[in-house]
């Protein structure tokens, strides 16, 4: 038996296998914080609705409070993506270079690859989860429904600045991951602003 046939018989004895790419979790993330971070756009492309207001599709509380639900959940998964660094032994060259797929090749446990497993669930529901409910809250404040100040917008607007500069500077891994646990927890103290300046 060869070297490399060894080594790979060693691998399956260990129940160490090759590991999903990264990438194919923390992108997901990310998208789901830009879907609530579009919120920002309400200050520039928002136009009143000429005559009678349709009636709202939902309590205006509940989509807040659904919306604020999915920064939770998006703030749990960025904190358990370190973990998932960890899957691949805290690879340096790997986790700090520019983001790309292809990551894949690198080994991972049994017990790692459920955790990897456990936040691409919570993605599948949170993703469009996320991007149904900034939906309806942009709706409830072009019907007037919450009436926010412009500073709420423009905080909205910050952390979609934040998001757009990963993509456009091709951020690694870990500084993606970074980023985005900043950005949940700030996307989760301005839904939770909104609250305040629900009308209906």
Not at 12 to 32: H, K, T, Y
Not at 149 to 161: D, I, R, S
Request: glycine share 6%; net charge neutral; charged share 25%.
């Amino acid at each position: 038996m060869g070297i490399e046939a060894r080594r790979l018989q060693a691998d399956r004895q260990s129940g160490v296998r090759i590991g999903p790419d990264p990438l194919s979790a923390v992108l997901p993330a990310l998208s789901a914080l830009g879907a609530i971070a579009s919120i920002a756009a309400i200050m520039w492309v928002a136009e009143a609705p000429e005559g009678e207001r349709q009636k709202p599709r939902r309590k205006v509380a509940v989509a807040i409070r659904d919306l604020e639900s999915d920064c939770l959940i998006l703030q749990e998964v960025f904190r358990r993506f370190p973990r998932i660094l960890k899957i691949y032994g805290g690879d340096r060259p790997v986790v700090t270079a520019p983001a790309k797929f292809g990551l894949n090749g690198l080994k991972t446990d049994a017990e790692s690859h459920q955790i990897f497993q456990s936040i691409m669930v919570d993605l599948a529901r949170v993703l469009p989860s996320s991007a149904e409910n900034a939906f309806d809250v942009m709706c409830a404040v072009e019907d007037g429904a919450i009436d926010a100040p412009e500073a709420v917008f423009y905080g909205f607007g910050e952390c979609q600045e934040r998001l757009n500069k990963l993509l456009t500077e091709r951020a690694s891994l870990k500084s993606s991951i970074e980023t985005g646990l900043e950005v949940s927890a700030r996307l989760t103290a301005l839904v939770k602003d909104l609250k305040r300046y629900a009308v209906a």
